[in-house]
């Protein structure tokens, strides 16, 4: 039997995680609420890898937030996403774990890198400033495991996801990301019988979405990959896997995929006078790809089950 430490269990990919490593019957799956074990407190961490007799990490423990949160508190971003990983890796190999995987960001990637960004993309460029203090703890994160790999032999391996959606999203009215946002307000705007649905921006900038099951399931694949395999497909000091789809789609597409899932019959406006972002953001999947995985759940289908759970759940959501 694997003894497997899921860290992060209660977020929108460690549960993921949880859900499709409970079918399998020959691991026994570890989790910690934060009340149990405090990830920033080092001789915590330490003595829970010492008890514990762990064989495989996930680490999908980390602090997250929108622009608003990582531009009103970059301190606890860098210093919180530092200390968590710290521990958690450092106190793995301490504890003799051979096997770790660190899920972290497309944010690693320079504000201003070659569409779609590849591996070989990370340190070559200036990162985007609302979100440099977290994407600098993850790109840490990176370096630590392979660090880790060349100077005691571990194999502890790094995937960065593209946008993420599905099951367990955070659908706050003010702090969620683009999916759950739309799927809120529309649904809100088909109860309120409203005859019109603004969003921001053209519609035109270019975006991939990944449903989260997808993501678990990229997750375990590599974390299991034979050695051989993944050394044949990664470099010593770029060895973190980038997951997507490989496909985008426009904002507009989204909003009107969105609104025929929620079943919004009204009419779409877009606001111009508000910004875009970026205009392009594709991951570049084709390592991921030759080591044998591709996105399984198309972009409706991953928005009518998201929307199914957000209907289950809503309770949860009110202001």
């Known amino acids: 039997m694997k003894k497997i430490f899921v860290a992060g269990h209660n977020g ?27 990830l920033l407190d080092q001789q915590a961490v330490q003595a829970f890898f010492a008890k514990e007799k762990i064989s495989q990490v996930y680490l999908a423990a980390a602090k997250v937030g929108g622009i608003v949160a990582n531009n009103t508190y970059p301190a606890e971003f860098i210093y919180e996403n530092l200390t968590i990983q710290n521990n958690i890796i450092h106190s793995a190999h301490m504890a003799g774990v051979q096997d770790l995987l660190f899920l972290g960001s497309s944010c690693i990637y320079p504000k201003l890198a070659e569409q779609p960004m590849t591996e070989h993309a990370l340190l070559t460029g200036t990162l985007e400033p609302t979100n440099e203090p977290y994407a600098i703890a993850k790109i840490a994160g990176i370096k630590m495991c392979e660090s880790y790999n060349r100077q005691y032999g571990r194999n502890y391996r790094s995937v960065m996801p593209t946008n993420l959606y599905g099951e367990n999203d955070n659908f706050h009215p003010e702090n969620s990301h683009v999916i759950p946002a739309l799927l809120r307000r529309f649904h809100e705007a088909k109860l309120n019988g409203d005859a019109k649905v603004v969003a921001w921006g053209s519609g035109k900038p270019m975006r991939e979405f990944l449903h989260v099951d997808d993501m678990a399931a990229a997750s375990i694949y590599v974390m299991n990959l034979n050695q051989a395999t993944y050394e044949a497909n990664t470099e010593p000091m770029l060895s973190h896997i980038n997951v997507g789809t490989g496909v985008d789609c426009t904002i507009r597409e989204l909003v009107e995929t969105v ?12 606001d111009v006078t508000k910004p875009d972002g970026a205009p392009r953001k594709l991951m570049n999947v084709s390592r991921l790809s030759a080591l044998g995985w591709g996105a399984q759940i198309t972009l409706e289908q991953g928005l009518v089950t998201t929307y199914q759970w957000f209907l289950a759940n809503q309770d949860n959501f009110r202001k």
């Open 12 to 38: 929108m990919v460690g549960s993921a995680i949880v859900r499709q490593l409970s079918k399998q019957a020959d691991v026994i799956i570890v989790t910690q609420s934060r009340a149990q074990l405090n």
């Open 259 to 270: 609104a025929k899932v929620v079943g919004f019959a009204g009419e779409i406006e877009f």
